[in-house]
């Protein structure tokens, strides 16, 4: 049952540096999306794809880049971290966008930029 | 304005007593969906439960219940004999439907509520 994996669990980075977040998902879901979450905050929404090679920005894009690789894989790019991107980053997928679709999350993977 | 909002950031409540988790949102979209998560202190998401905006009935999931007054926009989580496990976070989220006019697909989540369950 291993749903929504995403790696790595844990980086830290320096300012500047980048880093890819990779995302794969095993229940065959067209929708696949990136969430970032800060203390006391709810999840936002960075980026999202409807289907295999489309991207959309969501919520809070900036500084962040997205490749739909294939129906399976969605990775988050950051190319020039920065403090303010320290947060804990959500991979998720559901079934294509109807509201009625349930959206499954990945464990998180927890981001330090120092 | 925010679309989702949870007014209760933190909670006490004692074990085996019901809980009311509140949470109202906003949206002029006829067709959405509800959800709630917990987020327990290892820090996954995990579903709860679902209320689809056309339901007519309350959506139940074990001692899960979701409380849902439509034209008050209100959809508040209700967990029956609580438990010390329950001690998480909880978070209310909504889908839109995207009829009115697009707009981003995914959840939209509130800021979450700590509830704590004491013995």
């Known amino acids: 049952n291993a749903g929504v994996t995403q790696t790595p669990k844990f980086q830290v980075l320096k300012t500047g540096q980048s880093m890819t977040l990779q995302c794969a998902q095993d229940?065959?879901?067209?929708?696949m999306y990136w969430y970032r979450q800060d203390p006391g905050m709810g999840l936002r929404l960075i980026y999202y794809?409807?289907?295999?090679?489309?991207?959309d920005k969501g919520e809070v894009p900036n500084g962040y880049n997205v490749s739909r690789l294939n129906k399976r894989e969605f990775s988050l790019r950051l190319e020039s971290a920065a403090p303010s991107q320290t947060s804990v980053y959500f991979c998720?997928?559901?079934?294509?966008?109807?509201?009625?679709?349930?959206?499954?999350f990945g464990e998180g993977s927890w981001l330090t930029v120092v | 304005a925010q679309k989702i909002t949870q007014t209760q950031p933190g909670m006490f409540v004692q074990e085996k007593e019901a809980v009311t988790l509140d949470c109202t949102y906003d949206?002029?979209?006829?067709?959405?969906?509800l959800f709630w998560y917990k987020q327990p202190s290892s820090g996954e998401m995990i579903f709860l439960i679902y209320?689809?905006?056309?339901?007519?009935q309350n959506a139940t999931e074990g001692r899960y219940s979701l409380n849902f007054q439509k034209a008050r926009k209100s959809a508040n989580l209700v967990i029956s004999a609580s438990q010390l496990g329950d001690s998480a976070m909880y978070f209310c989220?909504?889908?839109?439907?995207?009829?009115?006019?697009?707009?981003?697909?995914?959840?939209?989540f509130g800021k979450g509520t700590h509830l704590i369950i004491q013995p």
């Open positions: 229940m065959n879901h067209n929708s």
């Open positions: 998720a997928s559901s079934e294509a966008g109807f509201s009625g679709n349930t959206i499954y």
């Open positions: 989220a909504m889908r839109e439907g995207r009829n009115s006019g697009g707009g981003a697909d995914g959840l939209t």
């Open positions: 949206t002029s979209d006829p067709s959405y969906g």
């Open positions: 209320q689809g905006s056309y339901d007519q």
């Open positions: 794809s409807a289907s295999e090679g489309t991207t």
